[in-house]
């Protein structure tokens, strides 16, 4: 029988693990028997996740971004798993149209609209092409809503969540019509670091702060949709 793992980056923060592991028990009650690893902070790592295993293995990374754990690490790890695995890995999980639907139930959950304003706030990341295919992602999604969707890092290059907050009541605004207040939505699967911030900086803004994707009863579908391709 051909088992499936999700793999996850990991976090001090110990809700990661749970919901993570809680996502795993949803697609194993789809029919696809499921577990998850991680690539630091928590266990089973990688390496022992594979060993574990025997026979066809469908790997998926929980990462949103193509950054380096997605185009490097990722793939050396599996690169080394033992022979008695046949890993049929489906790279990571990206981002793409199949997410509006998603992103729309965050927005539409916390009193947001499609004529609402969105910051996509991100982890960041230093390379480039990763920071592209997020504003791509960005402005793909804003041809489906009227409200504008700008990408802010938690850090490093680009515009910063803060900044993004601060200027929000002219995000998408002709000759400084004021709007309703913009919606701060996390781009990460759980809770961590990056969504408290997200909810501290709306706080102080007087903004909304969206959840995170594993909180839309819509994200499960397309996890199990993706695993279900190869």
Same mark, same amino acid.
């Given at each position: 029988?051909?088992?499936?793992?999700?793999?996850?980056?990991?976090?001090?923060?110990?809700?990661?693990?749970?919901?993570?592991?809680?996502?795993?028990?949803?697609?194993?009650?789809?029919?696809?028997?499921?577990?998850? *690893?991680?690539?630091?902070?928590?266990?089973?790592? /990688?390496?022992?996740?594979?060993?574990? !295993?025997? @026979?066809?293995?469908?790997?998926?990374?929980?990462?949103?971004?193509?950054?380096?754990? $997605?185009?490097?690490?990722?793939?050396?790890?599996?690169?080394? *798993?033992?022979?008695? /695995?046949?890993?049929?890995?489906?790279?990571?999980?990206?981002?793409?149209?199949?997410?509006? *639907?998603?992103?729309?139930?965050?927005?539409?959950? &916390?009193?947001?609209?499609?004529?609402?304003?969105?910051?996509?706030?991100?982890?960041?990341?230093?390379?480039?092409? $990763?920071?592209?295919?997020? $504003?791509?992602?960005?402005?793909?999604?804003?041809?489906?809503?009227?409200?504008?969707?700008? /990408?802010?890092?938690?850090?490093?290059?680009?515009?910063?969540?803060?900044? $993004?907050?601060?200027?929000?009541?002219?995000? @998408?605004?002709?000759? @400084?019509?004021?709007?309703?207040?913009?919606?701060?939505?996390?781009? !990460?699967?759980?809770?961590?670091?990056? *969504?408290?911030? &997200?909810?501290? &900086?709306?706080?102080?803004?007087?903004?909304?702060?969206?959840?995170?994707?594993?909180?839309?009863?819509?994200?499960?579908?397309?996890? /199990?949709?993706?695993? !279900?391709?190869?």
């Amino acid at each position: 029988m051909t088992h499936h793992v999700l793999i996850a980056h990991g976090s001090p923060d110990p809700r990661h693990r749970a919901v993570m592991r809680t996502l795993a028990n949803h697609v194993d009650a789809r029919g696809l028997p499921c577990s998850v *690893a991680f690539l630091e902070h928590d266990t089973p790592t /990688v390496q022992t996740a594979l060993g574990e !295993k025997s @026979g066809d293995v469908v790997t998926l990374g929980m990462l949103l971004a193509p950054g380096y754990h $997605a185009t490097v690490d990722v793939p050396r790890l599996l690169a080394s *798993a033992p022979e008695h /695995v046949l890993v049929h890995d489906l790279g990571p999980l990206g981002t793409g149209d199949w997410l509006f *639907a998603t992103l729309d139930w965050l927005v539409d959950d &916390v009193g947001g609209s499609p004529d609402d304003p969105v910051v996509v706030a991100t982890a960041g990341s230093t390379r480039e092409g $990763a920071r592209l295919a997020l $504003a791509r992602f960005a402005a793909d999604w804003q041809q489906t809503r009227s409200g504008v969707v700008v /990408v802010a890092a938690g850090t490093g290059p680009g515009l910063s969540l803060e900044d $993004a907050a601060q200027r929000h009541t002219q995000l @998408g605004i002709p000759s @400084g019509v004021r709007t309703r207040p913009a919606v701060l939505l996390p781009l !990460k699967i759980s809770p961590g670091i990056l *969504a408290e911030r &997200v909810i501290h &900086v709306a706080s102080r803004h007087g903004l909304r702060s969206a959840g995170t994707l594993a909180e839309s009863p819509l994200f499960i579908d397309v996890l /199990v949709e993706r695993l !279900k391709r190869r």
